[in-house]
């Protein structure tokens, strides 16, 4: 089973993992990013980086980065997966 995201590192004024310029993505791009986040905290950064290579979108590249390096950054060095 995948683990859920966690919330514990969100801004207030949204539910999602993703940047903030990140909510007005079509839902496609959306769910993309969402995906490659659930990869790298169930299968690990690697799994989720070259996931992340298959893309050829660098709108989803840098908005997976972001969030990972952003609002899930704290939660990934707890859970040692950085």
């Known amino acids: 089973a995948l683990t859920p995201i966690p919330k514990t590192h ?9 940047p903030s310029y990140a909510q007005s993505f079509s839902p496609e ?10 990869i790298a905290f169930n299968k ?4 989720a980086f070259e996931e992340a290579q298959k893309s050829n979108n660098p709108v989803v590249l840098d908005a997976f980065h972001d969030a990972l390096a952003g609002k899930l950054y704290e939660e990934l060095k707890q859970r040692k997966l950085l």
């Open 44 to 47: 690990g950064i690697v799994k």
């Open 29 to 38: 791009l959306k769910l993309e990013i969402e995906y490659l986040l659930d």
């Open 10 to 18: 969100q801004n207030q004024s949204s539910n999602s993992p993703l």
